[in-house]
């Protein structure tokens, strides 16, 4: 347990919260947040470089697509393991291997390709193994968090490790693009394991944590059954898992939407796809400096339904826009509204959560989370069937409506 570091900074912090640079004046937190950008850039360059390397081999986008889907199947149906195993082991030592095992499968990857004999399957394989990953990954580093920085910290923490995050997942793509075109699609996996290795170094200057005298005696199943009676009991998590599963799917309708819009509404092309795109990522980046500088809302259940609503109506505002420079604004726009909405839920389900279940609470959002992939699907085959515009329209009436019935409905939201 944190003895020191941030419970000491808190203590000279303004009142209601603890700013990132407090925050990263504590050795344990900074050595965690160096290493989860390490790990979010090479899993940006990981993604890149997988979806490059199956169009290589198939020339099918359908291909594409399911390599990256596939990775949701073992992430949903071991997330709640994965959380039952972060309340029982040392949550370093599961970030270490996790990491470990992410870099072995690229570097494999890496030699299949240089000798030849890389096949589409060997990358489902490879996407299976990074959903797997997650599933007990995601819970460790969230309930990480959650033991290492004090309650009012929680905001500008979670801003910070979305700040990685975004700078990770804008610069990924473009590294990835460089090494290949440089140095050839092995070396990319070459580089992306030795991020992964080197992301598992750093948490070395984490001290294991100290462990209670002797491990439950409990089941894994059994702490399954606690885990869910658990947050059933504990309001708002019922609210807060639905809201996070219905904006995994009605709100990731718009990109899939983004390119066609690009190409064929907007007619701006490959180069203004990509300004579409780094106006969302800019956004994000934005909203996600100004929550580690300066914190977010109190009253978290607030921040969700007004940033939910922000990006509902940014949707239905670019679904209508034919002007270039108002849809870029748009998606800049929706971008920092989701900083701010994954900021304040990721920091509610650690907020209602005991240090005990922590690891459980916080499976339940990867396992709500991990919907994503689905909202790619359901929003182009939507878009295909009522147009874009009705897609996107449909899509927002589809989270807004729940989002404001939550809010409605639980005191424990309005509080939160």
Known sequence: MLRHGPARAARHAPAGRLGGLALLSEGRFRALLASTGASDLATAMRVAAQSWLVLELTDSSLWVGAVAGVRA????????????????????ALLFVSRLVLGFAAAAIGLLVAWGQIHPWHLVLLSVAGGVVIAFH??????????????????????????????????????????????????????????????????????????????????????LRDGLSYARRTQPLPWLCILIAVTSVFGVAVFPLIPTYARDILDVGASGYGLLAGALGAGALAGAVAISAFGNHPRKGLVIVLSGVVWDAGMIGFGFSRVFPLSLALLFVMGAAGAY??????????????????GRVMGLYVLAAEFFPLGWLYGGALASAVGNEWALVISACGGTPVTLLAYALSPDLRRV
């Open 138 to 223: 995601g819970p460790a580093l969230w309930a990480l968090v959650g033991d290492l920085v004090p309650g009012r910290g929680l905001a500008s923490a979670n801003g910070l490790m979305a700040l990685t995050y975004n700078v990770g997942d804008m610069a990924g793509p473009a590294v990835a693009g460089a090494v290949i075109a440089g140095a050839g699609t092995e070396v990319a996996f070459w580089a992306i394991g030795g991020g992964y290795g080197g992301a598992a170094l750093l948490l070395i200057a984490l001290a294991p944590q100290r462990r209670p005298a002797s491990l439950p005696a409990a089941s894994i199943l059994r702490d």
């Open 73 to 92: 199947v073992p992430a949903v149906l071991l997330a709640l393991v994965g959380g039952v195993v972060t309340d029982r082991v040392d949550k370093r």
């Open 341 to 358: 909405w994954m900021n304040a839920a990721v920091t509610a389900f650690l907020s209602v959560a005991g240090p005990a279940m922590r």
